[in-house]
């Protein structure tokens, strides 16, 4: 009985340590699945110029643009959506992030994107395995890097309308992809924080679709700016 009672405490963690490596394999596996139908879509439409012409061709192209947004801000709550909604509006975020980036596959040679690609990949799982396994709370970090992509959306919408000069595109690249660094690493650690053994396979469901789609916008747009400081463009 008392080999029994000190087992007890080993055998809990043991299984919370699995449960926890399950939900966060579920994760990157939905975020792995979002970015595989991204770039599916992102090939078909730019192998179609009819495609193109239909749904880039004109002011559609703004709404494109801008749907994931919406579906991200007004359509994708965890909080009251099911976790077969969550993943309808997942899929719709990914296939209108691969609509949106047709025309990079058409912009940009095969071998700077399988090199950004591939860059983007070492440097995500290096961060993913730093925020799973650093000791320091990345919490302080949280509100400067929210803001931090606040001010990059409001440069993004001004580029609509200003050209900026390559050096600043350049500069505007680089804090990105630093700031969506940091905020990989915090997701991750993140991740560990909001994982409760206790929960309903509901609620750890929803909560797996919320930080996948938080990682698959950190891979996105991380990819984005490493494609521009290191193609031959």
Do not use: C
Not at 18 to 35: D, E, F, P, Q
Not at 57 to 84: C, E, R, T
Not at 160 to 176: D, P
Request: no cysteine.
């Amino acid at each position: 009985m008392q080999t029994d009672r000190y087992s007890r405490p080993a055998t809990r963690e043991t299984e919370y340590d699995i449960g926890l490596r399950n939900h966060l394999l579920s994760v990157y596996n939905r975020m792995t699945a979002g970015i595989l139908i991204t770039a599916f879509v992102a090939w078909f439409v730019s192998s179609s110029p009819a495609l193109m012409a239909m749904l880039l061709g004109g002011p559609q192209a703004y709404i494109v643009m801008f749907a994931p947004l919406a579906i991200i801000w007004f359509g994708f709550n965890p909080a009251s959506m099911s976790s077969k909604h969550l993943m309808i509006a997942f899929g719709g975020v990914s296939v209108l992030y691969g609509i949106s980036f047709s025309t990079i596959a058409l912009a940009y040679a095969s071998t700077d994107i399988a090199r950004a690609f591939f860059i983007t990949s070492a440097m995500f799982a290096g961060l993913s395995i730093f925020g799973y396994t650093t000791k320091q709370d990345l919490e302080p970090i949280k509100k400067f890097l929210f803001m931090a992509i606040i001010g990059l959306l409001i440069v993004g919408i001004t580029g609509i309308f200003v050209e900026y000069s390559s050096t600043m595109q350049m500069g505007i690249s680089a804090i990105s992809v630093l700031i969506f660094a940091g905020l990989t690493a915090w997701e991750t650690q993140n991740m560990k924080r909001m994982y409760n053994a206790g929960h309903a396979a509901e609620i750890n469901s929803r909560l797996a679709w919320s930080s996948a789609l938080s990682l698959y916008i950190s891979f996105v747009v991380m990819f984005t700016h490493i494609l521009r400081l290191t193609s031959n463009r």
